[in-house]
């Protein structure tokens, strides 16, 4: 009679042992060690090359409406002052009016690398700044100046390694692409028109490797060292705007609900409702890459997900940031219209909302998710642009494996893994052209770097800026040497 309720007491032992078993076994994988690498580089050379770029005020706006045409010329035409080796070897074109497509020529023509950064910037409020936002001012060890984060410094790079390789007599066993547009800022046209160039020619990539990712402290649970993160996704981007109608009126006598109410009652419902909690491929990598390196109760908890994600998902819901953009399609409020009087009730309030939306989901679909969370027939729900998530780059390649490789040769211990990237991108057109398609941008960025990304005071070490080039060089060597 008392077996019954033996066994009720053992099922939670033995469910705590399978736990803590599995997470004993939830442990890094071997791997092949990979010895660093010396690269002799010419840092002030490299550090004065972004200087000069980051003097050209690169700015793009929407429709390319009040720009300075004569910055990206400038810029242009400095690149053979600053990189004569590279104009010498490598046929360059202009795409448009801004983008600039190179042809590094190799022993056979297929299966090219494609590198890719955009040279133009964000706009910079000078009053916020502690100087010049285009300097380009190196002082005290640092480069400072609009574009030293994102992405002159990636495109400097780059040219900076072809020109060290070219100075070394190097000739790459395959053809290798420089392509850098000029309006990535403003999702502009300049990456498809040098994609669509490509395809007419029948390229076909080995891969390729855009901004992106980058070394990074603290990324993860329970994880104490560095991890270079390997973009190999996209979310999609959506914006809509919520529109609520009403009576207006004199703010002495308001009514029960104005515009406003009704707005910020769908703004609450949507908060409430939240997207789907969802473990894609990419996010189910990293995962698998960095849990193991954590500590045990975390390993714990990332190696029986089984029965802890619901526990993740309050957390991760709880806390919201990038672990949470990592696990659901998300909603960020961020343009609001309503009256311009302070004491009159306007007749209609707007409001639009951005949503990053998860691999595996649409764009389509998000418009039948929000509108039922708003659930409110006086908010129209209305589709304004937007781009469906990318497909996920596989990470068993040649190109893979040289990145990998690559990071381990300059920096030496970091961790490696794939990730979801949130933002957006030019990479994610090279998808017409190649399956391989990985962001990167070779650099470790602490916390407050990733801040100056569109912030204020933007600035790189001299001594950073000289290993991005030294990771690009490694990169373009290795994958020289890869089979495809």
Known sequence: MQSPWIILSVLPLLLLAVLILRAVRFRPRREKPVAPVSVPLDADAAARALSALVRCPTVSHPGGEGEDQAAFDSFAALLPQLFPRVHAACALERVGSKGLMYRWPGTRAEHPLILTAHLDVVPADASAWEGDPFSGEIRDGIIHGRGTLDTKCTLSAILTAAETLLGEGFTP????????????EVMGHGARDIVALLEARGVKPLCVVDEGGAIVERVFPGVSRAAALIGVAEKGSVHYTLTARARGGHSSAPLPETPVDIL?????????????????????????????????????????????APALNRLVRKSGGELNALLRTTAAFTVVRGGDAANVLPPSAKLTVNLRVLPGETVEGTLAALQRKVNDARVAVEWLEGEDPTACSGTDGAGYAALSRAIHEIYPGVLISPYLMIAGSDARHYERICDHVYRFCGMPLSAEERLMIHGVNERIPVAKQADTARFFLRLIRNVQEMGA
Not at 173 to 184: I, M, P
Not at 273 to 279: A, E, L, Q, W
Not at 286 to 301: E, K, N
């Open 173 to 184: 066993a395959r053809d290798v692409y420089f392509c850098f547009a000029g309006d990535e």
């Open 264 to 308: 910020a009652q769908a703004c609450l419902s949507i908060r409430r409702k939240p997207f789907r909690f969802r473990i894609t491929p990419p996010a189910a990598q990293m995962i698998d890459s960095l849990a193991r390196h954590s500590t045990f109760v975390y390993r714990l908890i990332f190696a029986n997900l089984w029965l802890f």
